[in-house]
């Protein structure tokens, strides 16, 4: 399996909080918008029946307790406590691969940059640096650096590295 995760890390715990909030939970609540996930009419379409009971759900326990859930499943916080959740995550799924978006939700371009350049620094080096053996991971990470291009434009939707793993 591969995992995908909005990551957003900061050293101020205050700060990735708020990053949380502002951006993570403002994506979630987009997504619910863009794709209907409240529309019950999903049901009646062929292939489509998840979302019906999706919207029903939604129904239920109303639109900000979807949109806490999606957020929820994300990734935040400083370095230490995204790294705690990433090997959680990991040993949740026995994923093989994690997909980090760290641009989205309308943040702005010098802040995404920031939050990639973090992960970078502080996240991925002790990610690639478990014991494989002893984690489970199926091999050692690697990252595929994005460049300078790859985060060129501020309304890019995601920008993502990718953590696979050398089996791939």
Known sequence: PVVAAFVAVHRDERVARDMFERYIRGYSRSALQHYEFHNRG????PGYEYY???????????????????????????????FNRLVEYRERTDCGALIGIFSYGGMPYDLARQNLTLFAEKVLPRLRALNVEESGWAAAAQCSRPTGAALSSPNRAA??????????
């Open 52 to 82: 019906g009971k999706l919207a029903d759900n939604i129904a239920k326990h109303g639109m900000d307790a979807f949109v806490d859930f999606l957020s929820e499943l994300q990734v935040w916080g400083t370095p230490e406590q995204v």
């Open 42 to 45: 999903l049901a009646d379409i």
């Open 159 to 168: 920008t993502s590295a990718a953590i696979a793993s050398h089996n791939s």
